[in-house]
């Protein structure tokens, strides 16, 4: 029954996937793609798919196919995430573009969203266990991209990141949508 093993691809996806909120564009033809909507209970899944994909279409070709509908997914996102921070940011203490709040909630998990506004790095040293950030302008020996660190320890704890242009932040190189506001 196809509907018994697209609900296990479904379960499957969960365990690999998660919580089922990150996009899921579906290469199949267009009555897989159908039948699999019908039964999946992913939030991310992308309406329609990828209609049109078969055995004789090489990887190469549904990447190409694909390129146009995910660059408007994460626009989008992208769009939504910085109006959920603007907002946040006026009314509330859970956004924030200040390194020096960003890198110690990366650390303790309460970044929800990342967003870095450029590639230049932010030389310095922080020490999560004494809270202590120092900053500098040109690096020294034992320095490191507290940007680049900001990104890992968010990721690793589970943050969403995204890039987006300088102007988005007024300037400032990171940003974060924190879980709850920081004491």
């Known amino acids: 029954d196809q ?4 609900r296990g691809v479904d379960r499957a996806l969960d ?8 996009p899921l564009l579906v290469a199949a033809t267009e ?3 159908a039948a699999f909507a019908r039964v999946s209970r992913r939030q991310g899944l ?14 190469d070709v549904l990447v190409e196919r694909a390129q146009p ?17 603007r907002s946040l940011d006026a009314t509330t203490p859970r956004a924030t573009s200040d390194l020096r709040q960003v890198l110690p909630a990366s650390f303790a998990g309460e970044v929800e969203v990342l967003l870095l506004s ?7 040293t ?21 940007i680049d660190r900001a990104v890992r320890e968010s990721f690793l704890r589970g943050a969403e990141v ?5 102007s988005a932040l007024d300037a400032a190189a990171v940003a974060a949508i924190l879980r709850y506001p920081r004491s």
């Open 3 to 6: 509907g018994r093993f697209h």
């Open 15 to 22: 365990e690999v996937l998660g919580d089922g909120a990150a």
């Open 31 to 33: 009555r897989t793609i």
């Open 46 to 59: 992308v309406e329609g798919g990828l209609p049109g994909a078969s055995v004789d279409v090489g990887d």
């Open 69 to 85: 509908l995910v660059r408007a997914l994460r626009d989008r996102r992208r769009r939504e995430v910085l109006h959920r921070f």
């Open 118 to 124: 450029r590639a230049s790095p932010c030389w310095g």
């Open 126 to 146: 922080y020490a999560p266990e004494t809270d202590t950030l120092e900053l500098r302008d040109t690096p020294r020996d034992g320095d490191e991209d507290l």
């Open 162 to 166: 995204l890039s987006v242009a300088p």
